[in-house]
């Protein structure tokens, strides 16, 4: 008797789980409708011109110079802004690591308030702080360093430093994540084998902290490929990455073809950069 | 070779927290000693002060007579396995082992030489070019062994470095090490809160309990002689029953011979009740050398190689006692509820003072 009844609420209990898993098909749905159908008609139209299939938009790409010059731009703010925020970056995580709890935690929150802190609020500060009458060159006129000011905003300058400032948390959180991870007792066991500090560093800590490095450097590099604000704002029109383009194209231009076209070639690009980095990622833990 | 180490008023606070409370320990060269005692009794942080981890607030060190109190750890030259192994996990088997001769600039060939014969010593020659997250928890217990041995050093710290490993295995681990103690002729400092494992692998045994050392003294001893009641509680089973001078009052009557060996200058003696020790005799039993005592059986628990028989005594003392399980020593055991007789022969029986320092460690 029992025995038929376990199996009705089996059977109930089956049934149960398959309501459940289509109910999770909604989730996918509304994805499916609000980001991946927008994403391929854009891709669809930068193929098209009035209507009609065309390659139009991407060879504008290659007759026109100014287009290279652009990619150029994008990557070498992209290179130089990632650069240094490893190189800045790497060091002030390690140094967080070492300090006791409650001041690495401290440290922590330092790079965290910033980090919630709206993206334009922050561009617009360092706008105040690099102007020409800004804070920095106030500071050094008044110490008689400068006689007039320097020319820190609206220029490649001042979109790099800008953009370090806002990509220092997103290398940094990744980065000391991985750290954190690394058993204190390998650094230890190698000081016992006769490894100085430095050394231990080098042979120990770096390469395992590689992991975190590089998916922090990445993540950087690819967010500073489509970042539009910043360089907007503290370019002030002297740099022109494939954002600012992409705008321009949309909004004076109306042409949403071309500026398809654009985020298609940067998308294809950061496709191509993540999945090279899987691939030299999965040689190196192998 | 081997050297022999001398540790003297060694002190070392957390705040008002006192780790390392004046320890003084003098370790032979090439002996085997353990650090043996409760977790926080600060034996983790003693090893970990000779491996130069820790910084003392006051205190020496010697190596061969020469101060190593300030030296950096990495000039010590003192070998280490860590409790978690601590191998690189970024690095084969082969390149771990072969990373202390590389610091030390030894040539490729005789690298590869002393690597190969370290990994030999611990039987896992065949595993060199295997990556350290493809190994068992022994296998890697082997491979931080070999590490550890691989660039000679005189000193060897071990912290817990078999606790991870099941009961199996730990056993075969620790025939090995003090197979490998006795090969090496190295002097080796173990840590250890397995009171087992220390006897069975050390010279000598150091008990420590809130910082200070209590006992140091070969296994035997620490075990048969121990200098106090946490020592005896410490290691292995242990029951206390107080001594009186007059027959039929509370505890127990000794004879005169053993009370002037044993007991006199000992404030609130207890005698010190191991399981193994104690015999079951017939109620009648009055033989001149043994100690008798009546109780109840409360349990009797049968575990295959051993029987174990829980009583209590008139004055409330709960003790074991152990026999093996030959058929005739299983046939006149005492049934549930009843009362038996039990006695301690005079030369197994050992007296320790109640009123000591820092009892009650349970």
Known sequence: MSLRLNARLLSALETRSKAELALMVLPSLMIVAVVIVPAIWLGFLSFSVDGMPSLAHYQRMIDNSSYAAIFLTTFQLAGLVTAITVLVGYPATYAITLLPPRLSALALACVAIPFWTSLLVRTYAWMVILQRNGILNGWLLDGGLIERPLRMSNSFFGTTVGMVHIMLPFFIFPLYASMRSIDGNLTRAAYSLGATPTRAFFDVFLPLSKQGLIAGALLTFVLCLGFYVTPQLLGGGNVTTLSIKIQQNVIVYADWGAASALAVVLVVIVGLMLLASRLLGGRATD | ?362
């Open chain 2, 1 to 362: 070779m081997a050297s022999s180490i001398e540790i003297a008023g060694l002190r070392k606070t957390y705040g008002s927290l006192s780790v390392l409370d004046d320890i003084s320990v003098s370790i032979k060269a090439a002996e085997f000693l353990t650090l043996l005692g409760p977790s926080g009794s600060g034996k983790t942080t003693l090893l970990m002060t000779i491996a130069g981890f820790v910084r003392p607030n006051s205190g020496s060190i010697k190596v061969d007579g020469r101060e190593i109190v300030t030296l950096a750890p990495h000039k010590r030259n003192i070998g280490m396995v860590f409790q978690n192994y601590a191998l690189f996990p970024h690095m084969s088997v082969g390149e771990n082992v072969a990373y202390p001769l590389k610091l030390r600039g030894v040539g490729r060939g005789e690298r590869d030489d002393r690597t190969k014969r370290a990994l030999v010593a611990v039987r896992m020659e065949q595993y060199a070019d295997r990556r350290i997250d493809q190994l068992s928890g022994g296998q890697r217990q082997r491979v931080a062994v070999a590490r550890a041995i691989v660039f000679e050093p005189n000193i060897i710290l071990m912290d817990e470095p078999l606790s991870a490993l099941d009961k199996r295995l730990r056993e075969e681990m620790q025939v090995e090490l003090k197979r490998l103690h006795e090969t090496l002729g190295r002097t080796i400092v173990y840590v250890t809160h397995d009171q087992k494992e220390a006897l069975t692998m050390s010279d000598r045994v150091a008990v420590l309990k809130a910082g200070r050392v209590r006992q140091i003294a070969s296994p035997r001893d620490i075990y048969d002689k121990p200098v106090d009641r946490f020592v005896a509680d410490f290691i292995g089973d242990s029951a206390f029953v107080p001594l009186t001078s007059r027959e039929g009052g509370v505890g127990l009557a000794v004879s005169e011979g053993f009370r002037a060996a044993h007991v006199a200058g000992k404030a609130d003696p207890l005698l010190l009740l191991r399981p193994e020790k104690i015999e079951i005799v017939s109620s009648s039993d009055r033989q001149p050398n043994l100690i008798h005592f009546d109780g109840v059986a409360e349990e009797v628990l049968f575990q295959g190689d051993l029987v174990v028989v829980h009583a209590t005594l008139a004055d409330g003392t709960r003790l074991k006692l152990q026999r093996g399980t030959r058929q005739n020593t299983m046939r006149d055991l005492p049934g549930i509820g009843s009362l038996f007789r039990m006695a301690i022969h005079e030369e197994d029986a050992w007296v320790v003072s109640g009123t000591s320092a820092g009892d009650h460690a349970r």
